[in-house]
C-alpha cells in the first residue's frame, strides 16, 4: 500500500533554532518527492519538488534531502522564524500524488 | 497574474442542500484538481482534469460532480449535502500531472460546514 509518513506529529521551537522534519515513504513506482508548506488557513505553497537523481536542494532557509535507497526524506529548516510557523507537508508522486499528514511546526519567540 | 481563486470561503449549508464551489485559474493550467483536506489527514483527491472536456475521479468522488468546458475554470458541484462532507477544500492547477515536475498551485481553500 502506497503510504507516506512524517515525523513528528508536531514540534515547538525557539525562535532562530534550526529543525529536522522527517519523511518515510512506501510508494512505488516513485516519480518525484514534494515539500509543501502550509499556513494556517491557507492553500499549501511548494518548497520543493526532487527526483531520484537529486539528493538535496535548497530553497531559502528550507533545505530538503532524499535518499531514495532508504525511502526518506528530510526537511532541514535553518535559522527559524517566526513566519515559519505552519504545517508541513512530505508529498510523493507516483501515478498519483500520495500526501502525507504533515509535520506542525510552532516557533516561539 | 491572480493564480488559482476559490469562491466562496466561507459557506455553511444544510443536509440535502446542493451548491456549487468555484474555482479559476489564469495560468493556461491544463492539469486541475480537486482535493479535502480533514484534521490529521492528509490532502484526498476528489476529482481531476487533464484539460478543458476530460475529468476523471480521485479517491473520494461519491457525492461530488466536476466539469471542465473551459481551461481556465473547474467548478465542483455538490449534489445533495451531507455533514460528513464538513471539510476544506482546495483547488489545485499546474503544468503537467503528478508525474511531472511541474508545481502544483493551490487556491486559499473553502470551508464548508454541512449542519
Known amino acids: 500500500k502506497n503510504q507516506v509518513e512524517q515525523s513528528p506529529q508536531s514540534l515547538i521551537i525557539l525562535e532562530g533554532k534550526n529543525c529536522t522534519l522527517q519523511c518515510n515513504y512506501t510508494v512505488s513506482p516513485f516519480s518525484n518527492l514534494r515539500w509543501y508548506k502550509q499556513d494556517t488557513g491557507r492553500g499549501p505553497v511548494s518548497l520543493t519538488i526532487?527526483?531520484?537523481s537529486e539528493n538535496t536542494k535548497s530553497n531559502g532557509r528550507y533545505t530538503a534531502t532524499l535518499d531514495a535507497d532508504t525511502k526518506q526524506s528530510s526537511l532541514h529548516i535553518t535559522a527559524s522564524q517566526l513566519s515559519d510557523s505552519a504545517s508541513y507537508i512530505c508529498?510523493?508522486?507516483?501515478?498519483?500524488?500520495?500526501w502525507g499528514a504533515g509535520t506542525k511546526l510552532i516557533i516561539k519567540p | 497574474n491572480a493564480g488559482v481563486t476559490q469562491t466562496p470561503k466561507f459557506q455553511v449549508l444544510k443536509t440535502g442542500q446542493s451548491m456549487t464551489l468555484q474555482c479559476a485559474q489564469d495560468m493556461n493550467h491544463e492539469y486541475m484538481s480537486w482535493y479535502r483536506q480533514d484534521p490529521g489527514m492528509g490532502l484526498r483527491l476528489i476529482h481531476y482534469s487533464v484539460g478543458a472536456g476530460i475529468t476523471d475521479q480521485g479517491e473520494v468522488p461519491n457525492g461530488y460532480n466536476v466539469s471542465r468546458s473551459t481551461t481556465e475554470d473547474f467548478p465542483l458541484r455538490l449534489l445533495s449535502a451531507a455533514p460528513s462532507q464538513t471539510s476544506v477544500y482546495f483547488c489545485?492547477?499546474?503544468?503537467?500531472?503528478?508525474?511531472?515536475?511541474?508545481?502544483?498551485?493551490f487556491g486559499p481553500g473553502t470551508r464548508l460546514t454541512v449542519l
Open positions: 508529498v510523493v508522486s507516483a501515478e498519483k500524488l500520495i
Open positions: 489545485a492547477s499546474s503544468l503537467g500531472g503528478p508525474a511531472s515536475y511541474n508545481e502544483q498551485f
Open positions: 526532487m527526483t531520484f
